[in-house]
C-alpha cells in the first residue's frame, strides 16, 4: 500500500524535539518557529509532559466514554479556571475540525435553525460541517455544498445584521485571528457588536479558538481582547501539544442530554493526561505571559527589516507580509538558514507559530536569520 498523496512535502524528515528546536534524521538543529502548525504549545519533548504520559500509558491507555474518567473533570477544572472560563462545560473532542462540528451541531439543536453565517478568508477544518463554513471552494466537495452557508465581508457588520434579519440562522462562526487567510484580525469593535447583534437575534456565536487560542496571543483566548463572552469556543491544536485532543467550550445556557453528542476516543486517559500537563507547563513556566512578552520583542525587532511591509497579530501568532511571494524566502530559510516557518493563502505573507516558550535569544536568532534569507533571495544568490 502506498500513502494517499494530498501533501506537498518538505524533504526533510524531524526525528527528535528540544523545545524550541527540531533535529532532523542528519543530525541538523533547526528553529522551529512553525510548530507543526501552531500545535507545538509548551515546546517539544517538555520532560514533565514526556513523563506524565509514559505514566499514564504505564497505567491505562484507554477507556471508552461510557465509564468514569476523572481525568476528564481534572481537565475541565484546569481549564475553565486558566481560561476564565468557569461555568461553561467541556465537550472532549479529537480534532479542530470535530469541536468545529459539535459546535455548529450545539448551535443547530438549540435554535431549530440550520444557517450559518461564516467569514470571507475563513478556514474551520474539513469535515463535512467545517468546511462548509470554510471559504474555500477547492476543497469542499460536491456533498459539502448543501450546507446553507452565507459568507460575508470579515469586519461587515452591517452585511451581519442584515442576514439576522431573515431570522433563519443557528450560528455566526469565526476564528479569533483569521490563520490560514494570512493572519487577520477581527477588530475589537466588531467582535463586540457581532456579539451584541448575536444577543439580540438569539443566535450562537461560535468562536473558533484553535490556532489562535490556548494562550498563542498573550491572553487565553485572542478574542479577550474584546472583552466579549461567546455561547461557544472551540480548542485544538496547542491543547495537547501534538497528542490529538480538541474541546467544545460551551455556554451554561445550554443544556446537555444523553446521546446529543458522543465520540470513541475524545477525552480518553492519554489525550487528558497530554492536556492536563500541557496547562500545568503553561501556569508553571508562564508561558501566556512569555508569549506576549517574547511576541512584542519580535515585533520590535522585525520593525527594523525593512522588505516586511506589515507585521500583524499579537503575542506569537504573527503575519509577515513582504510585497513579493514568500516562497523563495521560506525556502532558504528552511534549506540554508535552518528555520521552519509557516505559508498562508495568502502568497505574500510568512506566518509565525513557534512554541510559546520560545525565548527573546530564539527571537533574535531567527531575525538574524530572517534578515539574512532576505539578502540571498534579493542578491538572487540561490538557485532555488
Ligand atoms: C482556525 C482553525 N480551525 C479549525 C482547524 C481544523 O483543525 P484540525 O486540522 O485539527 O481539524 C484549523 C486547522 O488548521 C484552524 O486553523
Avoid at 440550520?114 to 474539513?126: C, D, L, N, T
Avoid at 450560528?171 to 494570512?182: K, S
Avoid at 447583534?197 to 490556548?214: A, F, P, R, T
Avoid at 507559530?353 to 520560545?358: A, E, R, T, Y
Wanted: proline content about 3%.
Amino acid at each position: 500500500m502506498k500513502l494517499f498523496d494530498v501533501y506537498p512535502l518538505i524533504d526533510i524528515e524531524p526525528v527528535k524535539g528540544e523545545g524550541c528546536y527540531v533535529i532532523d534524521k542528519n543530525g541538523e538543529r533547526y528553529l522551529d518557529l512553525y510548530g507543526g502548525h501552531a500545535v507545538i504549545s509548551i515546546g517539544h519533548s517538555h520532560p514533565y509532559y514526556v513523563k506524565k504520559l509514559s505514566d499514564q500509558l504505564q497505567l491505562l491507555g484507554f477507556y471508552s466514554n461510557s465509564v468514569i474518567i476523572s481525568l476528564q473533570e481534572e481537565l475541565a477544572q484546569k481549564l475553565g479556571r486558566l481560561s476564565g472560563y468557569d461555568d461553561y462545560f467541556l465537550f472532549l473532542s479529537n480534532s479542530g475540525a470535530e469541536a468545529n462540528e459539535n459546535a455548529l451541531k450545539l448551535a443547530s439543536f438549540y435554535t431549530q435553525k440550520s444557517k450559518v453565517i461564516a467569514f470571507k478568508g475563513a478556514f474551520h477544518g474539513r469535515s463535512s460541517g467545517a468546511v462548509a463554513v470554510t471559504d474555500n471552494p477547492s476543497i469542499s466537495a460536491p456533498i459539502n455544498f448543501n450546507q446553507h452557508v452565507t459568507f460575508l465581508n470579515f469586519g461587515d457588520i452591517n452585511a451581519v445584521e442584515l442576514e439576522l434579519q431573515k431570522q433563519d440562522t443557528c450560528a455566526v462562526i469565526i476564528e479569533g485571528i483569521q490563520g490560514v487567510n494570512g493572519i487577520v484580525e477581527p477588530s475589537e469593535k466588531f467582535l463586540q457588536d457581532l456579539s451584541a447583534m448575536c444577543k439580540k437575534y438569539k443566535v450562537v456565536l461560535i468562536l473558533d479558538e484553535i490556532q489562535s487560542g490556548y494562550g498563542r496571543t498573550g491572553k487565553f483566548f485572542a478574542h479577550q481582547y474584546s472583552g466579549i463572552k461567546p455561547d461557544i469556543i472551540t480548542v485544538a491544536k496547542g491543547m495537547g501539544n501534538g497528542f490529538p485532543i480538541a474541546g467544545t467550550i460551551i455556554s451554561p445556557e445550554f443544556k446537555a442530554k444523553y446521546g446529543l453528542l458522543g465520540t470513541t476516543f475524545g477525552g480518553n486517559h492519554l489525550a487528558c493526561t497530554a492536556a492536563i500537563a500541557v496547562l500545568e507547563i503553561m501556569e508553571d513556566d508562564q508561558l501566556i505571559e512569555n508569549a506576549e512578552m517574547v511576541g512584542n520583542y519580535l515585533i520590535e525587532k522585525l520593525k527594523a527589516i525593512p522588505e516586511i511591509k506589515a507585521i500583524r497579530g499579537r503575542g506569537l501568532m504573527l503575519g509577515l507580509e513582504f510585497d513579493f511571494p514568500i516562497n523563495k524566502l521560506r525556502d532558504v530559510l528552511i534549506r540554508e538558514e535552518k528555520v521552519f516557518t509557516g505559508s498562508s493563502s495568502n502568497k505574500n505573507v510568512l506566518r509565525l507559530l513557534p512554541p510559546l516558550n520560545m525565548g527573546t535569544c530564539e527571537a533574535d536568532l531567527f531575525v538574524n536569520r530572517l534578515a539574512c534569507s532576505l539578502r540571498k533571495v534579493m542578491d538572487a544568490t540561490v538557485n532555488i
